[in-house]
């Protein structure tokens, strides 16, 4: 419980401005850090390159009807004519099991017909077979990139007009980057792409732009009006913003994470699905991704171009200008305050005394003082003398 207690303190703290952490004053960091990933990603991509499913490049597809077959056994009896691929092996009913690989040589195709009928005991008619062109995968990959340069489209004239084009720019950055990496992942692995990594790509753009979009709203209610001041500037009432849905973000991408990591780990490890592993290993890496780049890029990306602006810049000079006045101003009380000090000290030890002596002429002064004040003595009235008053 303290723990909990201890993290709702900090995220108390971020929102009110008592502790913040400075994302945007180091911005280079975050930039060369990035630099360096999307160089690893490219450098997959562009090297090794991605490893296309049977939908992309096209194959043979098996359908073997037979009782109580598993898929470790079709598995197994297809995994030699591969050629380097992951075959999907899928369970169909409850007696039969479609087998998908990528292969186009139809003489080849004839051969593991007559394996598998071998391998797994079953007859040359109880397989059905047939050969898949690459034509549904390329249709599959204009329709992915169509709807993916019309979704660009749509959020920065979104973007440009409920907030400005600035905002624009930084979150179709932060897409493009979270792409690549999510893209570049897939190359370094070697997972095959899917119609599941298409569908995960266009995905984690939503998840991404979310939370651009709440951090960007934010920063813009903390820098309205900022120009009407000189105690910060934009920069620096970005990162407040910031750091204000820090705690927010990091627990929407933790409570997104745990169950794609399920989908990942137990669907795509354990149980073998090969769909759901598509899937998940892109919504993983893409949220992971979009996280950073929501605080690490597109908002120290907007400030940098927001304070390119002539309003900005008038306005850190104001700002440098009102903190160095402050300065100056503290040196001086500083000084006129160590002035003072021994100006007080001066005055009460005018002949530069010991404190004995001093304390000693004090004191006589003050019984001269007291000795020298006259003192006039009350005067009663006694009882039995008469008032003066005449009695008749």
């Given at each position: 419980?303290s ?15 008592d502790?913040?952490?400075?994302f945007?004053g ?5 930039y060369m ?20 499913g049977?939908e ?10 037979k ?5 470790a056994?079709?598995h ?6 591969t ?12 007696d039969?099991?479609?087998i998908q ?7 080849n195709?004839?051969?593991i017909t ?26 599959i ?5 169509q ?8 959020v920065?004239i ?5 907030f400005e084009?600035?905002?624009a720019v930084?979150?179709f950055i ?12 897939y190359a370094?692995?070697?997972f095959?792409?899917?119609?599941g990594?298409?569908i995960?790509?266009l995905?984690?753009l939503?998840?991404?732009l ?9 920063v ?12 910060i500037?934009f920069?620096?009432a970005?990162?407040r913003g910031l750091n204000q849905?820090?705690?927010r ?7 997104a994470l745990?169950?794609?990591g399920?989908l990942?780990f137990?669907?795509?490890g354990i149980l073998?699905?090969g ?14 991704a979009?996280?950073?780049s929501?605080?690490?890029i ?12 002539p309003?900005?810049?008038q306005l ?10 402050q300065e100056?101003a ?30 000693s002429?004090?004191g006589?002064t003050s ?13 009663s009235r ?7 008053k005449?009695?008749?």
């Amino acid at each position: 419980m303290s723990r909990l207690s201890d993290l709702r303190n900090v995220g108390h703290r971020l929102y009110n401005g008592d502790v913040e952490f400075d994302f945007v004053g180091r911005k280079k960091i975050w930039y060369m850090t990035s630099a360096v990933i999307l160089l690893l990603a490219l450098g997959g991509w562009l090297g090794r390159g991605l490893s296309y499913g049977i939908e992309f490049e096209g194959g043979a597809v098996y359908t073997v009807k037979k009782e109580g077959i598993t898929v470790a056994q079709a598995h197994d009896a297809i995994e030699p004519f591969t050629q380097g691929h992951e075959p999907i092996v899928q369970k169909v009913g409850g007696d039969q099991v479609r087998i998908q690989i990528a292969s186009k040589d139809t003489a080849n195709f004839n051969e593991i017909t007559q394996a598998l009928s071998r391998d797994l005991g079953v007859a040359p008619s109880d397989i059905n077979s047939e050969l898949v062109g690459p034509s549904w995968g390329e249709e599959i990959s204009k329709k992915a990139l169509q709807g993916l340069i019309i979704f660009m489209i749509l959020v920065v004239i979104y973007l440009t007009f409920a907030f400005e084009w600035r905002m624009a720019v930084a979150s179709f950055i932060a897409l493009i980057h979270d792409i690549v990496i999510t893209v570049g992942v897939y190359a370094l692995i070697g997972f095959e792409v899917t119609p599941g990594t298409v569908i995960g790509l266009l995905t984690i753009l939503g998840y991404s732009l979310y939370d651009t979009v709440v951090v960007f709203d934010t920063v813009k209610e903390t820098t309205r009006g900022i120009t009407k001041q000189n105690k910060i500037t934009f920069s620096q009432a970005a990162n407040r913003g910031l750091n204000q849905t820090l705690v927010r973000s990091i627990n929407t991408t933790v409570v997104a994470l745990l169950p794609v990591g399920a989908l990942l780990f137990v669907g795509g490890g354990i149980l073998g699905a090969g769909m759901l592993k598509d899937i998940a290993l892109s919504l993983f890496v893409g949220l992971a991704a979009g996280a950073f780049s929501s605080i690490f890029i597109a908002t120290p990306m907007y400030a940098d171009l927001k304070e390119r602006t002539p309003e900005m810049r008038q306005l850190a000079k104001r700002v440098a200008q009102h903190r160095a006045a402050q300065e100056r101003a503290a040196a001086k009380n500083a000084e006129t305050g160590e002035r003072g000090g021994q100006s007080d000290a001066d005055e009460a030890n005018p002949g530069g005394a010991e404190p004995a002596a001093a304390g000693s002429a004090s004191g006589s002064t003050s019984a001269t003082g007291t000795a020298g004040v006259r003192r006039q003595a009350s005067r009663s009235r006694s009882r039995n003398r008469p008032s003066g008053k005449r009695k008749h």
